[in-house]
Structures are given as structure tokens and as C-alpha cells.
């Protein structure tokens, strides 16, 4: 019977699930920002005077949002799949590992991937949301409103333009770092279970057969029966 056929399989099954659930969640807050964006825009644009003009340029954040978002549905995509492929363990045959061990090199390097992908992203994401704000202009005509009315403007409607301070943005940030700590550690356990497969299966390869030597034939049986006579 083929030997180690889901190394470390308890604690990938713990972090692969974790994995795919903070996946999930940094997916559906970035999904969540960008509606929530978009609904305060429409607020402030249609509580500005008649024949104002305002332009809320939030460009430098929707961008990097949206590389996290994306991430982090691929890093549930592929944990999950690696989740489901641990409770399919039973070998093809006695001398060939099963496909959640087999392909254990191609899951560890995916996830390695997305979650280097995944870091680069959130820091600049946090550096972002942590040091800047939207870039909010509004026009009368040709004539540009000065920042203290649009600030008085925002704090009527209860919004800000300053990134720290919207909540949604701060979970956005938040939540992906804890999926980024699960995908690392899914990262980990699958290089060390492919190393540990890899061993095994070497330790466990039977060593080639020797040839047996050819049984002498009758005519050599009478030739040494004919020596032995004549000694």
C-alpha cells in the first residue's frame, strides 16, 4: 500500500478552510467598498446645489481594491479546491499516490503565488487607506468651490473623503490580512507535506530484483557428472 498518502492532512484541512473562508470575506468586503463607494458618491453628488458640478476621484484606491478583491477570490477558489481533494485519499493503486497528493507541488506553488500577490497588494492598500483621501472638487459654472464648503458640505451628509475614517475601507484592509496569515500557512504546510510525499514514496520504492541465475541444463549436469567420475 502506497505510505503517506495526505501528509499533515489535520492541519490542511484547518488551514485550507480558513484559508477559504477569510477568502471569502475579503471578497465580499471589497465587493461591499465598491457598492458603498459608489452609493456615497450618488448621495453627495445629488445633495449639491443646483448647477454644481462634483468630481470625487477616488481612482488610487479602486484600483489596488480591486487587485485584493480579486485575489482573495482566487485564494478561495483554489484552497477550496485543495480542501475538497483531502477527503479524496484512497490510491488509484497500491504503488501510486492519490490526486490531493500528487498534485500537492502545483498547490503549493499557487498558493505561494496568490499569497505574495495578496501581500504586495495590501500594502499598498494600507499605506493607501491609511495616509490619503479622496480627491473631491466641485465647479459652480467655471468657478471651483473652496475646500471649507466642501468640507461643511460632508460633514452635513455625515460623510468623509479621508480613507481612515470610512469604515467599510478600514474592514477592506483588515479582513485580507488575516486571509494573507491562513494562505502563508496553507503555503507552508503544502511544500512540507509535497517534501514529506516525496520522501516516503522514495523510502518506499522496492529495490530491483536481482536476475535469477539460469538452472544448468542436463548437458552441463553430465559433463560435471563425467568429471566428477574421473576425479
Same mark, same amino acid.
Given at each position: 500500500?502506497?505510505?503517506?498518502?495526505?501528509?499533515?492532512?489535520?492541519?490542511?484541512?484547518?488551514?485550507?478552510?480558513?484559508?477559504?473562508?477569510?477568502?471569502?470575506?475579503?471578497?465580499?468586503?471589497?465587493?461591499?467598498? #465598491?457598492?458603498?463607494? @459608489?452609493?456615497?458618491?450618488?448621495?453627495?453628488?445629488?445633495?449639491?446645489?443646483?448647477?454644481?458640478?462634483?468630481?470625487?476621484?477616488?481612482?488610487?484606491?479602486?484600483?489596488?481594491?480591486?487587485?485584493?478583491?480579486?485575489?482573495?477570490?482566487?485564494?478561495?477558489?483554489?484552497? #477550496?479546491?485543495?480542501?475538497?481533494?483531502?477527503?479524496?485519499?484512497?490510491?488509484?493503486?497500491?504503488?501510486?499516490?492519490?490526486?490531493?497528493?500528487?498534485?500537492?507541488?502545483?498547490?503549493?506553488?499557487?498558493?505561494?503565488? #496568490?499569497?505574495?500577490?495578496?501581500?504586495?497588494?495590501?500594502?499598498?492598500?494600507?499605506?493607501?487607506?491609511? @495616509?490619503?483621501?479622496?480627491?473631491?472638487?466641485?465647479?459652480?459654472?467655471? #468657478?471651483?468651490?473652496?475646500?471649507?464648503?466642501?468640507?461643511?458640505?460632508?460633514?452635513?451628509?455625515?460623510?468623509?473623503?479621508?480613507?481612515?475614517?470610512? @469604515?467599510?475601507?478600514?474592514?477592506?484592509?483588515?479582513?485580507?490580512?488575516?486571509?494573507?496569515?491562513?494562505?502563508?500557512?496553507?503555503?507552508?504546510?503544502?511544500?512540507?507535506?509535497?517534501?514529506?510525499?516525496?520522501?516516503?514514496?522514495?523510502?518506499?520504492?522496492?529495490?530491483?530484483?536481482?536476475?535469477?541465475?539460469?538452472?544448468?541444463?542436463?548437458?552441463?549436469?553430465?559433463?560435471?557428472?563425467?568429471?566428477?567420475?574421473?576425479?
Amino acid at each position: 500500500m502506497f505510505a503517506a498518502t495526505a501528509p499533515y492532512k489535520s492541519a490542511r484541512l484547518a488551514s485550507l478552510f480558513l484559508t477559504f473562508a477569510f477568502g471569502v470575506v475579503g471578497f465580499a468586503m471589497g465587493i461591499s467598498a #465598491l457598492v458603498k463607494s @459608489n452609493d456615497q458618491k450618488d448621495l453627495v453628488k445629488s445633495q449639491a446645489p443646483g448647477g454644481a458640478t462634483v468630481n470625487i476621484d477616488t481612482n488610487d484606491v479602486f484600483k489596488v481594491g480591486c487587485v485584493v478583491t480579486a485575489v482573495c477570490a482566487a485564494l478561495a477558489v483554489v484552497s #477550496l479546491v485543495s480542501f475538497v481533494l483531502l477527503f479524496f485519499t484512497r490510491a488509484a493503486t497500491k504503488t501510486t499516490a492519490p490526486l490531493s497528493t500528487r498534485t500537492l507541488p502545483l498547490q503549493a506553488i499557487l498558493l505561494s503565488f #496568490l499569497s505574495l500577490w495578496l501581500f504586495a497588494s495590501l500594502v499598498a492598500m494600507t499605506d493607501i487607506v491609511a @495616509n490619503k483621501q479622496a480627491k473631491v472638487t466641485a465647479f459652480i459654472g467655471t #468657478l471651483q468651490l473652496q475646500d471649507s464648503i466642501i468640507k461643511a458640505v460632508e460633514a452635513q451628509l455625515g460623510v468623509t473623503s479621508v480613507y481612515r475614517e470610512i @469604515n467599510y475601507l478600514r474592514l477592506a484592509v483588515i479582513l485580507p490580512w488575516i486571509a494573507f496569515l491562513f494562505a502563508t500557512t496553507s503555503s507552508v504546510l503544502s511544500f512540507l507535506a509535497a517534501r514529506r510525499a516525496r520522501h516516503t514514496s522514495t523510502a518506499f520504492t522496492p529495490a530491483p530484483a536481482r536476475a535469477a541465475e539460469p538452472a544448468p541444463s542436463v548437458k552441463d549436469k553430465e559433463e560435471i557428472t563425467v568429471e566428477q567420475a574421473q576425479v
